[in-house]
């Protein structure tokens, strides 16, 4: 159990930290983002993933292994796609 708040409370600290340093870098020079076809393909893909982990997990409070292998082929499905395989 403790393993598990460790984990959370990292993932809420970095969610924390990542927009306050990224903030502070822009107010000292300015940041230029360049929107392409990898950046598109996080957009979808994660909040797809995000979605299905949390419907998988809200079913039985845990991922069967048919669950964990069909996140699996979606994220290696994003990958192909991001190094350029698929398209």
């Known amino acids: 159990k403790k393993i598990k708040e460790v ?3 990292h993932l ?3 969610a924390i930290a990542n927009p306050l ?3 502070t870098i822009a107010l000292l020079s300015p940041i230029s983002i360049t929107v392409d076809r990898s ?3 996080i957009l ?3 909040p797809i993933l995000f979605v299905m982990l949390l419907y998988f997990y809200q079913s ?4 069967s292994r ?3 292998i069909f ?3 979606v994220f290696i499905t994003f990958g192909f796609l991001q190094l350029g395989i698929f398209y």
């Open 7 to 9: 984990a959370f409370s």
């Open 44 to 46: 979808y893909f994660f």
């Open 21 to 23: 340093i990224l903030g």
């Open 12 to 14: 809420l600290g970095s």
């Open 39 to 41: 950046y598109l393909l």
């Open 66 to 68: 048919v669950e964990g």
């Open 60 to 63: 039985h409070k845990t991922l």
């Open 71 to 73: 996140l699996l082929i």
